[in-house]
């Protein structure tokens, strides 16, 4: 069992350029997150979705868009990227009962430089 | 709107001693409670959940936790350390469903909580 597989592990971009991060899950979860971590500040949610075509903005969305057009899939675009977007991101997943944990990749390292 | 604090972003300590890590919460609504660990390189797995009921809840690992309402805190505790548990430690929360509507699971996380054993 997979669970929560996040692609790549690691990518370098140059200010400007854009790229997506894949997020796949295989539990069939309707729940699905996007949060970014920096070191001392814990893990903020960027965007997240509660099935396929319905998405939202978490805390910090601003330089990303998401799409969620499976269940399975949950993409993470950045359009022009900079270098406050250095971090790692972390994709998550859960079922809907209202009590449940989520599930985590391994995330993705990004440097902006 | 929640937040969460830990209390220490780093905590030394020697194996086989004893270690609290301290997480305080604020909400405006009732909260689930969470304590996730990540290993170095690794993605976050769940230690412990508080949902309901018994305010001491035993995780994995040799890890609980004490739910305390009136201090609205939730600090997690291991009466002995090993070198294999040195790794972050996050607090996180996130809103029971409201009647009629749903929280979507959303988490808040605390800062992260350092732990170091050494030998």
């Known amino acids: 069992n997979a669970g929560v597989t996040q692609t790549p592990k690691f990518r370098i971009l140059k200010i400007g350029q854009s790229m997506t991060l894949q997020c796949t899950q295989d539990m069939n979860h309707n729940y699905m997150y996007w949060y970014r971590q920096d070191p001392g500040m814990g893990l903020k949610l960027i965007y997240y979705?509660?099935?396929?075509?319905?998405?939202d903005k978490g805390e910090v969305p601003n330089g990303y868009n998401v799409s969620r057009s499976t269940t399975e899939d949950f993409p993470l675009r950045l359009e022009l990227a900079a270098p406050s977007q250095t971090s790692v991101y972390f994709c998550?997943?859960?079922?809907?009962?209202?009590?449940?944990?989520?599930?985590f990749g391994q995330g993705t390292r990004l440097t902006v430089v | 709107a929640q937040s969460v604090t830990q209390l220490d972003s780093q905590v030394p300590v020697f194996e086989e001693a004893p270690v609290e890590l301290r997480c305080n919460y604020s909400?405006?609504?009732?909260?689930?409670l969470f304590w996730y660990v990540q290993y170095p390189n690794q993605g976050l797995q769940l230690l412990l959940k508080y949902l309901s009921g018994s305010t001491l809840v035993k995780g994995i690992n040799g890890f609980e936790a004490e739910f305390n309402k009136s201090q609205t805190s939730f600090h997690l505790r291991k009466p002995s350390v090993h070198i294999s548990d040195t790794a972050e430690y996050f607090c996180?929360?996130?809103?029971?469903?409201?009647?009629?509507?749903?929280?979507?699971?959303?988490?808040?996380f605390g800062q992260g909580t350092i732990l170091t054993v050494h030998p």
């Open positions: 909400s405006s609504v009732s909260v689930y």
């Open positions: 979705s509660v099935g396929a075509g319905i998405t």
């Open positions: 998550a997943s859960r079922p809907i009962t209202d009590s449940a944990e989520a599930f």
């Open positions: 996180a929360v996130s809103d029971r469903a409201s009647a009629g509507g749903t929280s979507y699971g959303k988490l808040t």
